[in-house]
């Protein structure tokens, strides 16, 4: 697992070894190997060895841990550990065994970076003072042997801690919000982007598919969050994919495109990643994705982490984007690339199509040049075409340490000098992937900082977190500048608005409990509990609802089976839209509920919910009644164990009550199928699915 900051590393693919940690951020902490177990230190070691040429660190970590349970006191693997835990980012731990190599009398003279290494984990911790005595006593006692390139970069973080420790606290009401374990997870969650009341961000939470050893790999899949609630991922088509990285979604000012990344693995340390295309046919649905040709993606290069922005000299939007291709500064760059060069013709997207007819074509993207790039990194690009300034990340410039976020105006066709963005938004950790929102007061950036959420105490900062951020908002803000509406003419034929042009969404009023009467909540069929008369289950709602959400491929293919043409496309878009606006709508809903009665009994309110149970007509009527009832005892269950029962204490002192009633099929709507031979009518279409369904049909509430 690679650091952010590294010494003495000057190829590029060491540079791009360093982009990479932004995206997968860090990797869990590997168990070992079955193979490996009560072998000897000498075969620990040797796997460590390996481990971390192959830049996966926190194996290497695990190894060399290893190792050192049989041989405590060798110095040459606490030197090892030390080095994988500081390119792991587990500073705290790595400094310990830093500082255990520095108490040995021959350690410190058999490690001429030893002061140089410490310096950096103060300086990544935030400790300047104590940072710049180890610096110069690097520079004092091992800088005639050390290399030129460690002596360089010693130089370079001596003027950024002094940089930094001349900064002064902010004092422009600047607030930062670190988003709760609804979004976050002990795992990298990044790239934040907000298209109205959603939140899409990339997470590298999922198991790859294929994977049978006992900890699988992880992949990076896209979520997304309504109004701050249960993260899902997106609908039915939208990219994805559980063998590759999927992340980093930028779109066009009226949704129609979007552009991605699709990422692999070249080694456990790095990753190759491609910009993707897809856009939405007339019916709203997401087409075939469609890989970025040439000149935009080149073999053997990176081209990651797309924005978009509308450009007032451009008179359009303009695609960003990171790269390590040829022509730049050095290590990551910036690039761009006017989209208004992209030719979509109005035939692109013919009445139902499943992908692009006439793929766009695209002009050479054009490097930022200095002052934005530079001969370090620079990545995780975003323009705000409101004020015309561009916001980026890097770590080669004054900074906080790591990677910190920048802003360059934009003045005509240059831009000017890159200004830090200060305390606060930047840390001595990573601050990355700055997103405004278009009012300008708003946003969200991930950051590694302490904080986050974690699954190892010996590595608390390995991965990356979302925070939310604001600005005070002024009292008048009738003056707001906006930028210049796009001149005719472009190639474009669908219009692309600008950005800042669209009109943030209005806050909705907060939800009141009444709000939620009706709520219908739908299961599969049979479900929870298949072939049984017990009236009461264990499973969740939450439980039964995911399992039933992930038959929706089958569902569709079983609704639409032996019809063809316009038919089945509008049987296979009425099953979708059962699935994406009814079944997910009401789980979300029933995770925003669950909130609003949380902070109603917290008030002192007595609240009372009254369900019923419905069931489709293919059982026999004393079944359905058995089955309506385990349906409102999974619900039940639902308020029982959210937010690890958050809500118990309520039901238990009558202050919560759940009413409960069964309709059974007495309810089912007569011209519902209850044939065992019809299949597609009895259990997969729409119209039986929404009968097979707990309703809230109450809520009373005495204060």
Known sequence: MMPFITSGLSTRQRNTALFFQVFLSFLLFLALPAGLQGQTARTYERAGDRAFRQKDYSAAMEH????????????????????????????????????SVASDEKGAGRFPLLDLRLGELRRNQGDYEGALAYFEKFKKESGKNADPASLQKADEWMAGCRWAMAQGPRNDG????????????????????SVGDTLFFSSYRFDKRGDRSKNKAKITKILLSIRGGRVREPARGFPATDSAHVAHTAFTPDGNF?????????????????????????KGRWVKPLR???PVNLPGYTSTQPAVGYDAV?????????????GGQGGMDLWSLPLDTIWFCPCTLPEGGKKMTHPPAFAQPVNAAAPVNSAANEITPFFDGRTQTLWFSSDGRDGFGGYDIFSAKKDSTEFEAPVNAGPELNSSYNDLYFFLRPDGYDGFFSSNR???????????????????FSYPRPVDTTAQVKAPAPQPGTPIQRRLIPMDQLQPNEEPETPKLDDFVGLPLFFDNDEPDRRTRRTITRKTYEETAQAYLGRQDEYRERFSQGLTGARRETAEATLDAFFDDEVRRGYDRLGLLSEILLDELKSGATVEVVIKGYTSPRAESDYNLHLGKRRVSSVRNHFTSWNSGALQVFLQNGQLKISEESFGETTARRDISDRLDDERNSIYSPEAARERRVEIVGIRRKQ
């Open 258 to 282: 979007m552009f991605f990344t699709i990422c692999k693995n070249a080694n456990a340390g790095d990753i190759r990643c491609e910009l993707w295309l897809t856009l939405k046919d007339r």
């Open 174 to 193: 600047l607030r930062i919000t670190h988003l709760d374990q609804k979004i976050n997870s002990p795992y990298s969650d990044f790239a934040p982007v």
């Open 450 to 468: 302490p904080g986050s959420i974690f699954l190892d105490p010996a590595n608390q900062t390995c991965c990356n977190d979302i925070f939310a």
């Open 314 to 326: 451009a008179q359009g939007p303009v695609l960003w984007f990171a790269s390590d291709r040829p």
């Open 292 to 294: 970025l040709p040439e």
């Open 64 to 99: 060399y841990s290893a190792a050192l349970n049989k041989k405590k006191g060798k110095i040459s693997l606490q030197w090892k550990y030390a080095e994988a835990a500081r390119m792991n980012s587990a500073f705290v731990e790595a400094e310990k065994f830093y500082r």
